[in-house]
Protein backbone atom coordinates (compact mmCIF):
# COMPACT_ATOMS: atom_id res chain seq x y z
CA UNK A 1 0.00 0.00 0.00
CA UNK A 2 0.95 3.42 -1.36
CA UNK A 3 2.06 6.35 1.32
CA UNK A 4 -0.31 8.09 -0.64
CA UNK A 5 -3.13 5.34 -0.20
CA UNK A 6 -2.76 5.61 3.30
CA UNK A 7 -3.04 9.06 3.68
CA UNK A 8 -6.96 9.26 1.93
CA UNK A 9 -7.10 6.27 4.76
CA UNK A 10 -6.45 9.18 7.32
CA UNK A 11 -8.38 11.69 5.39
CA UNK A 12 -11.67 9.70 6.07
CA UNK A 13 -10.54 8.74 9.70
CA UNK A 14 -10.04 12.88 10.44
CA UNK A 15 -13.47 13.27 9.11
CA UNK A 16 -14.72 10.83 11.73
CA UNK A 17 -12.53 12.20 14.42
CA UNK A 18 -11.83 15.65 13.57
CA UNK A 19 -9.89 16.22 16.63
CA UNK A 20 -7.53 13.73 15.63
CA UNK A 21 -5.45 15.51 12.79
CA UNK A 22 -2.23 17.07 12.63
CA UNK A 23 -1.60 14.98 15.47
CA UNK A 24 2.51 14.57 16.91
CA UNK A 25 4.09 11.95 18.22
CA UNK A 26 6.63 12.22 21.03
CA UNK A 27 7.32 9.05 21.87
CA UNK A 28 8.51 7.47 18.49
CA UNK A 29 11.47 5.63 17.87
CA UNK A 30 14.17 5.22 15.45
CA UNK A 31 16.40 1.80 14.80
CA UNK A 32 19.56 2.69 13.05
CA UNK A 33 20.67 0.05 10.74
CA UNK A 34 24.13 0.30 12.17
CA UNK A 35 22.77 0.40 15.83
CA UNK A 36 21.44 -2.79 15.28
CA UNK A 37 23.93 -4.39 13.66
CA UNK A 38 26.88 -3.69 16.28
CA UNK A 39 24.76 -3.66 18.99
CA UNK A 40 22.19 -6.89 18.27
CA UNK A 41 23.51 -9.32 20.84
CA UNK A 42 23.54 -6.10 23.65
CA UNK A 43 20.23 -5.49 22.85
CA UNK A 44 19.23 -8.69 23.29
CA UNK A 45 21.11 -9.05 26.56
CA UNK A 46 18.94 -5.92 28.20
CA UNK A 47 15.54 -7.17 26.74
CA UNK A 48 15.28 -10.39 28.16
CA UNK A 49 17.47 -12.29 25.72
CA UNK A 50 14.47 -11.61 22.68
CA UNK A 51 14.64 -8.85 20.04
CA UNK A 52 11.12 -8.17 18.31
CA UNK A 53 10.60 -8.06 15.11
CA UNK A 54 9.32 -4.03 15.02
CA UNK A 55 13.85 -4.05 15.51
CA UNK A 56 14.43 -5.80 12.28
CA UNK A 57 11.99 -4.06 10.35
CA UNK A 58 12.22 -0.36 11.01
CA UNK A 59 12.84 1.41 8.35
CA UNK A 60 11.74 5.58 7.72
CA UNK A 61 9.45 4.68 5.12
CA UNK A 62 7.19 2.42 6.98
CA UNK A 63 7.30 4.75 9.85
CA UNK A 64 5.70 7.59 7.71
CA UNK A 65 3.14 4.83 6.22
CA UNK A 66 2.04 4.21 9.86
CA UNK A 67 2.16 7.75 10.53
CA UNK A 68 0.08 8.72 7.41
CA UNK A 69 -2.53 6.48 8.22
CA UNK A 70 -3.36 7.68 11.43
CA UNK A 71 -2.91 11.62 11.01
CA UNK A 72 0.69 12.14 12.77
CA UNK A 73 1.48 14.67 10.89
CA UNK A 74 4.78 14.86 12.53
CA UNK A 75 7.03 12.51 15.03
CA UNK A 76 10.04 13.50 17.87
CA UNK A 77 12.33 10.36 17.23
CA UNK A 78 14.66 8.70 19.90
CA UNK A 79 16.41 6.22 20.68
CA UNK A 80 14.56 3.33 22.58
CA UNK A 81 16.04 1.53 25.83
CA UNK A 82 19.00 0.42 25.65
CA UNK A 83 20.35 3.72 24.80
CA UNK A 84 24.04 3.92 23.85
CA UNK A 85 25.72 3.08 27.16
CA UNK A 86 27.07 -0.79 27.13
CA UNK A 87 30.44 0.10 29.92
CA UNK A 88 32.68 1.57 27.92
CA UNK A 89 32.52 5.40 26.89
CA UNK A 90 34.26 6.04 24.25
CA UNK A 91 32.00 3.79 22.43
CA UNK A 92 29.38 5.47 23.86
CA UNK A 93 30.54 8.66 22.59
CA UNK A 94 30.60 7.41 19.10
CA UNK A 95 27.42 5.75 19.07
CA UNK A 96 25.48 8.76 20.70
CA UNK A 97 27.49 10.96 17.90
CA UNK A 98 26.00 8.90 15.06
CA UNK A 99 22.39 8.03 16.13
CA UNK A 100 22.28 11.57 16.88
CA UNK A 101 23.63 12.77 13.13
CA UNK A 102 21.36 9.71 12.03
CA UNK A 103 18.34 11.40 13.82
CA UNK A 104 19.43 14.76 12.32
CA UNK A 105 19.42 13.56 8.60
CA UNK A 106 16.08 12.29 8.65
CA UNK A 107 14.69 15.55 10.10
CA UNK A 108 16.31 17.31 7.30
CA UNK A 109 15.34 14.51 4.53
CA UNK A 110 11.64 14.54 5.28
CA UNK A 111 10.95 17.64 6.38
CA UNK A 112 8.50 19.17 8.80
CA UNK A 113 7.90 15.39 9.36
CA UNK A 114 10.87 14.63 11.71
CA UNK A 115 11.69 15.96 15.07
CA UNK A 116 14.15 14.73 17.68
CA UNK A 117 15.67 13.76 20.89
CA UNK A 118 19.44 13.34 20.73
CA UNK A 119 21.07 10.64 22.40
CA UNK A 120 23.78 11.16 25.14
CA UNK A 121 26.15 8.55 26.41
CA UNK A 122 25.72 8.72 29.98
CA UNK A 123 26.64 7.82 32.54
CA UNK A 124 29.98 9.59 30.88
CA UNK A 125 29.94 13.12 32.45
CA UNK A 126 32.39 14.47 30.21
CA UNK A 127 30.62 12.77 26.72
CA UNK A 128 27.57 14.16 27.66
CA UNK A 129 28.50 17.43 28.26
CA UNK A 130 29.88 17.59 24.96
CA UNK A 131 27.04 15.68 22.98
CA UNK A 132 24.46 18.52 24.63
CA UNK A 133 26.23 21.31 22.69
CA UNK A 134 26.62 19.40 19.50
CA UNK A 135 23.53 18.37 19.46
CA UNK A 136 21.63 21.10 20.66
CA UNK A 137 23.60 23.99 18.92
CA UNK A 138 24.88 22.47 16.17
CA UNK A 139 22.46 19.80 14.74
CA UNK A 140 19.45 21.90 16.19
CA UNK A 141 18.09 18.36 18.29
CA UNK A 142 14.33 19.50 19.92
CA UNK A 143 15.73 18.11 23.16
CA UNK A 144 17.18 15.32 24.71
CA UNK A 145 16.42 11.65 25.78
CA UNK A 146 17.56 9.94 28.66
CA UNK A 147 16.58 6.86 30.09
CA UNK A 148 15.64 6.67 33.88
CA UNK A 149 18.56 4.78 34.62
CA UNK A 150 22.45 3.75 34.38
CA UNK A 151 24.07 1.06 36.03
CA UNK A 152 21.73 1.08 39.17
CA UNK A 153 21.69 4.85 39.11
CA UNK A 154 18.39 6.40 38.59
CA UNK A 155 18.74 10.02 37.36
CA UNK A 156 18.48 12.01 40.92
CA UNK A 157 22.04 10.61 41.31
CA UNK A 158 24.48 13.02 42.20
CA UNK A 159 26.71 11.40 39.49
CA UNK A 160 23.99 13.41 36.87
CA UNK A 161 24.65 17.13 38.76
CA UNK A 162 26.60 18.39 36.26
CA UNK A 163 24.72 17.32 32.98
CA UNK A 164 21.60 18.43 34.54
CA UNK A 165 22.88 21.45 35.79
CA UNK A 166 24.03 22.02 31.47
CA UNK A 167 20.25 21.32 30.79
CA UNK A 168 18.60 23.35 32.93
CA UNK A 169 20.81 26.43 32.24
CA UNK A 170 19.78 25.53 28.71
CA UNK A 171 15.97 25.03 29.63
CA UNK A 172 16.20 22.26 27.75
CA UNK A 173 13.47 19.58 26.88
CA UNK A 174 14.51 15.91 28.40
CA UNK A 175 12.29 12.97 27.73
CA UNK A 176 13.03 10.51 29.98
CA UNK A 177 12.56 6.73 28.70
CA UNK A 178 12.16 3.76 31.22
CA UNK A 179 14.83 1.35 30.86
CA UNK A 180 14.73 -2.43 32.64
CA UNK A 181 17.97 -2.01 35.02
CA UNK A 182 20.27 -4.28 35.79
CA UNK A 183 18.94 -5.36 39.41
CA UNK A 184 15.41 -6.09 37.96
CA UNK A 185 15.39 -7.90 34.96
CA UNK A 186 15.23 -11.80 36.66
CA UNK A 187 12.75 -10.91 39.47
CA UNK A 188 9.81 -13.17 38.47
CA UNK A 189 10.22 -15.82 36.59
CA UNK A 190 8.00 -16.47 33.23
CA UNK A 191 7.31 -12.86 33.86
CA UNK A 192 8.28 -10.53 31.09
CA UNK A 193 10.17 -7.51 32.75
CA UNK A 194 8.34 -5.48 30.25
CA UNK A 195 4.94 -5.96 32.32
CA UNK A 196 6.45 -4.38 35.56
CA UNK A 197 9.76 -3.29 35.76
CA UNK A 198 9.44 -0.99 32.48
CA UNK A 199 6.27 0.84 34.22
CA UNK A 200 8.28 1.02 37.57
CA UNK A 201 11.46 2.18 36.88
CA UNK A 202 9.42 5.23 35.65
CA UNK A 203 8.56 5.51 39.00
CA UNK A 204 11.49 4.95 40.50
CA UNK A 205 13.06 7.80 38.56
CA UNK A 206 10.55 10.42 39.49
CA UNK A 207 10.59 9.45 43.01
CA UNK A 208 14.11 9.78 42.83
CA UNK A 209 14.47 13.05 41.35
CA UNK A 210 11.37 14.19 43.73
CA UNK A 211 13.15 13.00 46.99
CA UNK A 212 16.38 14.33 45.67
CA UNK A 213 15.32 17.78 45.24
CA UNK A 214 16.29 17.65 41.59
CA UNK A 215 13.09 18.85 40.05
CA UNK A 216 13.26 22.13 42.69
CA UNK A 217 16.97 22.54 41.18
CA UNK A 218 16.33 21.88 37.89
CA UNK A 219 13.23 24.35 37.41
CA UNK A 220 13.75 25.20 33.97
CA UNK A 221 13.96 21.71 32.21
CA UNK A 222 10.96 20.51 30.94
CA UNK A 223 10.41 16.52 32.22
CA UNK A 224 8.67 14.31 29.77
CA UNK A 225 7.93 10.93 31.25
CA UNK A 226 6.64 7.90 29.20
CA UNK A 227 3.37 5.52 29.91
CA UNK A 228 1.33 7.95 31.62
CA UNK A 229 4.08 7.99 34.51
CA UNK A 230 4.19 4.47 34.93
CA UNK A 231 2.86 3.64 38.66
CA UNK A 232 3.44 6.76 39.99
CA UNK A 233 -0.14 8.23 40.05
CA UNK A 234 -0.91 5.21 41.77
CA UNK A 235 1.78 5.98 44.77
CA UNK A 236 1.09 9.56 45.05
CA UNK A 237 -0.28 9.04 48.84
CA UNK A 238 2.67 6.53 49.37
CA UNK A 239 5.27 8.99 48.93
CA UNK A 240 4.09 11.60 51.18
CA UNK A 241 3.58 8.79 54.14
CA UNK A 242 6.86 6.81 53.50
CA UNK A 243 9.14 10.10 52.16
CA UNK A 244 12.39 11.03 53.85
CA UNK A 245 12.54 13.20 57.08
CA UNK A 246 14.26 16.00 54.97
CA UNK A 247 11.06 16.00 52.56
CA UNK A 248 9.79 19.38 53.34
CA UNK A 249 13.04 20.83 52.12
CA UNK A 250 14.17 18.35 49.47
CA UNK A 251 10.13 19.22 47.95
CA UNK A 252 8.68 22.97 49.77
CA UNK A 253 5.75 23.58 47.63
CA UNK A 254 4.53 19.52 47.77
CA UNK A 255 4.65 16.61 45.74
CA UNK A 256 1.58 17.99 43.93
CA UNK A 257 2.91 21.11 42.95
CA UNK A 258 6.11 19.35 41.64
CA UNK A 259 4.76 16.57 39.56
CA UNK A 260 1.61 18.39 38.05
CA UNK A 261 4.29 20.43 36.05
CA UNK A 262 5.63 17.30 34.78
CA UNK A 263 4.61 16.19 31.51
CA UNK A 264 3.47 12.30 30.32
CA UNK A 265 2.70 10.36 26.98
CA UNK A 266 0.09 8.35 26.51
CA UNK A 267 1.60 5.42 25.23
CA UNK A 268 0.17 2.14 26.39
CA UNK A 269 -1.97 4.45 28.28
CA UNK A 270 -4.99 4.72 26.71
CA UNK A 271 -7.01 2.79 28.45
CA UNK A 272 -10.15 4.34 30.58
CA UNK A 273 -7.95 3.68 34.09
CA UNK A 274 -4.96 4.53 32.90
CA UNK A 275 -6.25 7.82 31.73
CA UNK A 276 -8.43 8.35 34.47
CA UNK A 277 -5.49 8.16 37.31
CA UNK A 278 -3.19 10.74 35.13
CA UNK A 279 -5.86 13.36 34.89
CA UNK A 280 -6.86 12.88 38.43
CA UNK A 281 -2.80 13.43 38.88
CA UNK A 282 -2.04 16.27 36.23
CA UNK A 283 -3.93 18.83 34.07
CA UNK A 284 -4.59 17.92 30.21
CA UNK A 285 -2.19 20.80 29.29
CA UNK A 286 0.47 18.33 30.88
CA UNK A 287 -0.43 15.19 28.83
CA UNK A 288 1.21 14.48 25.17
CA UNK A 289 0.23 11.90 22.34
CA UNK A 290 2.89 9.11 22.62
CA UNK A 291 3.14 5.86 20.86
CA UNK A 292 6.06 3.85 21.43
CA UNK A 293 5.77 3.34 17.84
CA UNK A 294 7.31 0.83 16.13
CA UNK A 295 7.64 -1.76 19.64
CA UNK A 296 3.53 -1.13 19.91
CA UNK A 297 1.66 -0.64 16.70
CA UNK A 298 0.82 3.65 16.11
CA UNK A 299 -2.46 2.95 16.33
CA UNK A 300 -3.52 1.53 19.39
CA UNK A 301 -2.33 5.43 20.77
CA UNK A 302 -4.06 7.17 18.29
CA UNK A 303 -7.23 5.29 17.91
CA UNK A 304 -7.33 4.63 21.72
CA UNK A 305 -7.67 7.77 22.37
CA UNK A 306 -10.81 7.85 20.60
CA UNK A 307 -12.56 5.31 22.83
CA UNK A 308 -11.64 7.71 26.34
CA UNK A 309 -14.67 9.87 26.34
CA UNK A 310 -12.45 12.87 25.74
CA UNK A 311 -14.62 15.94 24.39
CA UNK A 312 -12.82 17.38 21.22
CA UNK A 313 -10.71 20.42 23.13
CA UNK A 314 -9.21 17.79 25.25
CA UNK A 315 -8.24 15.26 22.34
CA UNK A 316 -6.51 18.27 20.22
CA UNK A 317 -4.66 19.78 23.24
CA UNK A 318 -2.95 16.05 24.03
CA UNK A 319 -3.06 15.35 20.23
CA UNK A 320 -1.08 18.33 18.77
CA UNK A 321 -1.33 21.88 20.85
CA UNK A 322 0.32 20.75 24.00
CA UNK A 323 3.54 19.53 22.20
CA UNK A 324 3.38 22.49 20.27
CA UNK A 325 3.97 24.40 23.12
CA UNK A 326 7.09 22.54 23.94
CA UNK A 327 8.46 22.04 20.43
CA UNK A 328 7.41 25.68 18.46
CA UNK A 329 9.87 24.87 16.48
CA UNK A 330 7.48 22.15 14.52
CA UNK A 331 5.61 23.05 11.79
CA UNK A 332 2.02 24.84 13.50
Known amino acids: MTVESNRSRSALAQTQHPALSRLIDVHHHIIPPFYLTENRDRIAGSRGGQ ?14 VA ?17 VWFGDPQAARQTARRVNEYAAELV ?22 REIEYALDLLKADGIGLLTSYDNRWLGDPAYSQVFEELNRRKAVVFVHPTIPICCRTLIPDVSPFVAEIPQDTTRAITNLLYSGSFGRYRDIRFIFCHGGGTMPSVVGRLRHYGPKDLDTKVPNGIEYELKRLYFDIASSTTRPSIAALMALVPISQILLGSDYPYVPLEDAVEGMTQLSLNSANLTAIGRENALRLFPRLPS
Not at 51 to 64: F, K
Open 108 to 129: RAYKGRFGMFASLPLPDTDGSL
Open 51 to 64: ISAAWLTWTPEAAL
Open 67 to 83: MDKQGVSTAVVSLSSPS
